[in-house]
Every structure is written in structure tokens, then in C-alpha cells.
Nanobody, 126 residues
């Protein structure tokens, strides 16, 4: 079992930046696929960014490409999401997720991921 815990959310004005953190405990998730999703009020959870187990493959939603960067520190069991040039439409609860099939199969699909954190709130004001 892997437990995931996000942090780093907050309130920021449009154009600002935030860095989200996800720490895994219980076992190492270095061999897992990893991802960030978000959910805005009244909307379904949507894909933001993902990487395969090695970090050699990454995927981004079109809406965040060029502004967000997913990265990891395997030695510390950490996953990050650097968010720059934030927009009000980036507002939502951000979740990290882990997939025991780390190959990168269906990285954009919610159902691909077995483990989820509790989420961290990001609010971007105009």
C-alpha cells in the first residue's frame, strides 16, 4: 500500500506561481507511474500532468502545457508540480495519483491510478 499526501496549495493572483508537493509513504513508488489531476467545483476530475516510472515520458493537458512542469525525487519519494503563469481557470483541488503499472499506459485516465491523495486546494484570483 502507498499513502499519498499533497501540500503546497494556496491562494494566488493570476500570473503567479505555486509548487505542489506529494509525498508517498508506506512503500517506495519509484517504479510507479505518477500523475496530477484536478477538480473544480461542479466539474469532473481532470488530468493535468503525468510521468512514467522512469520520468522519461511525460504528458500534459493542453490547458497547462508550457506553464506546468511535473517532476520527482525518487530518493525522497516525492512528486512535484511547478505551476507558473496561473490563471483563474486553474482553480481547483489538486490530487496526486500513483499507478503500479508504471509504463505509461493510459496516463490521462482517472481509472488507471490505484492510489490517490486527499488533495490540496489551489485558488487563483483575477
Amino acid at each position: 500500500q502507498v499513502q499519498l499526501a499533497e501540500s503546497g496549495g494556496g491562494s494566488v493572483q493570476a500570473g503567479g506561481a505555486l509548487r505542489l508537493f506529494c509525498v508517498a509513504s508506506g512503500r517506495t513508488f519509484s517504479t510507479y507511474g505518477k500523475a496530477w489531476f484536478r477538480q473544480a467545483p461542479g466539474k469532473e476530475r481532470e488530468f493535468v500532468a503525468a510521468m512514467n516510472w522512469s520520468g522519461g515520458l511525460t504528458w500534459y493537458a493542453d490547458s497547462v502545457k508550457g506553464r506546468f512542469t511535473i517532476s520527482r525525487n525518487n530518493a525522497r519519494n516525492e512528486l512535484f508540480l511547478q505551476m507558473n503563469s496561473l490563471k483563474p481557470e486553474d482553480t481547483g483541488i489538486y490530487y496526486c495519483a500513483a499507478d503500479t503499472d508504471g509504463s505509461g499506459n493510459l496516463p490521462r485516465e482517472v481509472q488507471q491510478y490505484e492510489y490517490w491523495g486527499q488533495g490540496t486546494q489551489v485558488t487563483v484570483s483575477s
